[in-house]
């Protein structure tokens, strides 16, 4: 029996209950010690068949050997994640090979080309940092900014999970960026491949117990799930370790091996050599906070506080996840359900625990089908629940009742309850560029800020003192950085993935195409009679694997073809329920026709504040089909303008007239007129 199951395995297989259940993937077998080669070397390819742990041993040949995917077999003989990346580095050709380009994934880091260009690619990388909680010092911050223009494309990119992606990245160069981010304090290990991800937690800076200790959970999960054999470090830094010094609970629980979770006498106790079988995420909240989409993980974490705000534990959720494949109906986005209640001294081990389970029984023969969702599908939760438990070595208790959900979002100036305030900044699809990019450089600089990244592409800047609120709004107003308040309603929720060109997965367009499609959905709002402060929750994404959380809106565009979506309708605006597919293969030229009397009737039909997705679970999409098919237009009634905008009707028709050469609408003229006043007019006498 592989030491990477011991006891936990064998109590598991000892329950009657349970022995029936357990279909344990046979591709892997216990291995022996093997002693760690330098980056440089050589890990010749064993024969033997591998059960994600560290040495190999000669194959049973009278076992038939399961399929592995390719990427298994790559992570058998790399080396711990080092080889034939550390060679391919070394030559000059501008790309890597196949091996190597999955396995630079664990390092941050994903290869891409220009999918417009013609002729040869042109390869560059993209990285992509690791940010516990979107924690960003002063001094990364600025070093961020930096790369971007010396050695990327002179954007930063707000991720929905937290971390900055840097694109463009030369391979001659990947070593001194790589570099100067691990000395900035930064990092980008884990923030891509077979592992746990970034863990989110809520950005704002609250000086709450509550929130406090959520993001000082998601700091030491983060902790107990990096990776310890060395093999980013080699690489990047020629094995100099930048590692600050982590709490002794994280330590003790990644080395606690009275259940049965490590391997023994590995350099990575927790992964072995096959790490896990697909991505890991993870996020932290407190109650009624859903900024960081908690349902859509793979392990949800909520803390549990007392009548006094003492933190006594966690509610635990397990098995959500966006990815799908098109036409494969056995490929789902899917939200997590409560495990149960775990003491908040337990906490670490409870989710140890969880990440042993998916590794041990996640499989690895199809990469569709390896994300912890589907064995918790596949198998259940009770099941699940109960082999979770032999690893946890304890039941997990009653899930504990929490009051409603909310999207916070964080917009705009708070006051964080230590005397100092922050100021949360609404970035257009997460991308800092321009005279954007050079503004906030500057504010952060110049009153040495320390910044937060959220799970909706924007920004925080924190600890500001109540002195400076005025000449850092007027700052920030004039590179065009507004208040939410000058922020058209539906740009404030909306989120996008970079898609096209850069992407590989890419079917169509998604970050640029949705400025435009926003711009129309504002449009379709006025013609229908909707108000300007009204708003859905929109997110678009080039294909189905979902980085945007489509699933979750209330008007979700997956890419599905060329200049072609699938609309999905049903998500909620506190992000607790998942959408469904309405139509396939809509054409972009075509969405008026669709939208125009989903978007009436909800107007007209709705109860009293209904959201938009609400309202389209309650219909159906049988009676929804019905009204797209004999959709005629909206009623005419007389002519309608903004009083609040407009003095008459004789200017509303005169700025109608002047934006319809621009291509726009009244209001959307008139808003942008406003704004750029504000932000030419502001001189520290208003906020």
């Known amino acids: 029996m592989a030491t990477s199951v ?4 064998a109590a598991v297989l000892k329950d009657p209950k349970i022995q029936t259940q357990i279909q344990t993937f046979q591709a892997f077998k216990p291995w022996t010690a093997l002693p760690v080669t330098t980056s440089r070397s050589r890990l010749r390819p ?6 994600a742990v560290s040495t190999p041993v000669k194959p049973d040949t009278t076992t038939p050997v399961p399929k592995r995917s390719k990427v298994e077999i790559f992570k058998e003989q790399s080396n711990f994640i080092r080889y034939p990346l550390n060679e391919e580095l070394l030559t000059d050709s501008p790309n890597i090979n196949e091996a190597a380009t999955q396995l630079i994934k664990f390092h941050g880091s994903y290869q891409q080309y220009d999918r417009a260009e013609r002729g040869p690619k042109s390869y560059s990388f993209m990285l992509r940092t690791k940010n516990p909680c979107g924690k960003v010092p ?8 930096e790369l971007a223009d010396e050695f990327g494309i002179g954007t930063l990119r707000l991720t929905t999970r937290q971390t900055f992606q840097l694109h463009g990245v030369l391979k001659k160069d990947l070593k001194t960026v790589m570099s100067t981010i691990i000395k900035s304090m930064g990092s980008t290990l884990g923030a891509c491949g077979d592992l746990n991800r970034n863990v989110l937690a809520p950005a704002a800076p609250f000086a709450r117990k509550d929130y406090l200790f959520a993001q000082e959970t998601a700091d030491n999960i983060a902790a107990l799930l990096t990776p310890q054999s060395g093999f980013y470090y080699d690489i990047w830094v020629d094995g100099a370790r930048f590692m600050s010094a982590e709490p002794p609970e994280v330590t003790k629980a990644r080395n606690d091996n009275s259940h ?3 391997f023994l006498d590995s350099p990575e106790p927790i992964y072995g050599t096959q790490f896990l079988p697909r991505k890991f995420k993870i996020a932290v909240t407190v109650p009624t906070d859903n900024s960081v989409d908690i349902f859509t993980n793979d392990i949800g974490v909520v803390v549990v506080s007392d009548a006094n705000g003492e933190p006594l534990g966690f509610n635990v959720y397990v098995g959500g996840g966006m990815g799908r494949t098109h036409r494969l109906e056995t490929t789902f986005p899917r939200l997590s359900e409560p495990l149960g209640f775990v003491p908040k001294e337990d906490i670490l081990y409870a989710v140890k625990a969880i990440v042993v389970t998916q590794r041990e029984n996640g499989r690895r023969d199809d990469r569709k089908y390896s994300r912890m969702k589907y064995l918790i599908d596949s198998w259940g939760i009770e099941k699940f629940r109960s082999v979770v438990e032999q690893y946890y070595g304890k039941k997990f208790e009653p899930i504990h009742e929490l009051p409603e959900w909310e999207f916070k979002s964080y917009l705009g100036w708070h006051e964080q309850g230590d005397g100092g305030l922050f100021c949360g900044l609404h970035v257009d699809n997460g991308r800092i560029g321009g005279k954007m990019k050079k503004t906030l450089r500057e504010v952060i600089e110049k009153y040495k800020l320390d910044v937060r990244l959220t799970p909706n592409q924007n920004i925080v800047l924190c600890n500001i003192r109540s002195a400076l609120k005025r000449p850092i709004t007027t700052a920030l107003a004039q590179g065009g950085l507004l208040q939410p308040r000058y922020v058209d309603p539906l740009n404030l929720t909306a989120m996008a993935c970079p898609a096209l060109p850069m992407c590989p997965l890419a079917i169509t367009e998604a970050e640029r195409g949705i400025p435009d499609l926003l711009k129309r959905v504002r449009a379709v709002f006025e013609k229908v009679g909707l108000k300007y402060n009204e708003s859905v929750v929109i997110r ?3 294909c189905p694997n979902g980085c945007a ?4 809106a209330e008007l979700g565009l997956v890419g599905d073809g060329p200049n072609s979506y699938q609309i999905w309708l049903g998500g909620t605006p506190n992000q607790t329920s998942l959408a469904k597919t309405f139509m396939n293969k809509v054409k972009v030229q075509d969405f008026e026709k669709v939208l125009e009397p989903l978007f009436y009737y909800w107007k007209c039909k709705r109860q009293t504040k209904e959201s938009f997705g609400d309202f389209t679970n309650r219909m159906g999409f049988e009676k929804l089909q019905q009204l797209v098919d004999k959709w005629e237009g909206p009623v005419k009634g007389p002519s309608r303008y903004n009083l609040k905008l407009f003095a008459n009707k004789e200017t509303y028709e ?28 502001q001189n520290g006498k208003g906020e």
């Open 549 to 552: 959380r489509p699933y979750m």
């Open 654 to 681: 005169a700025v109608d007239a002047l934006a319809k050469l621009q291509n726009k609408n009244a209001h959307q003229l008139a808003m942008e007129v406003i704004r750029n006043f504000v932000a030419a007019q």
């Open 260 to 262: 049965g979770t490590n």
């Open 138 to 145: 002063n001094r990364l911050y600025l070093v961020m900014d």
């Open 540 to 542: 678009v994404t080039g």
């Open 6 to 9: 011991g006891a936990a395995k």
């Open 46 to 51: 064993s024969p033997s068949v591998i059960r």
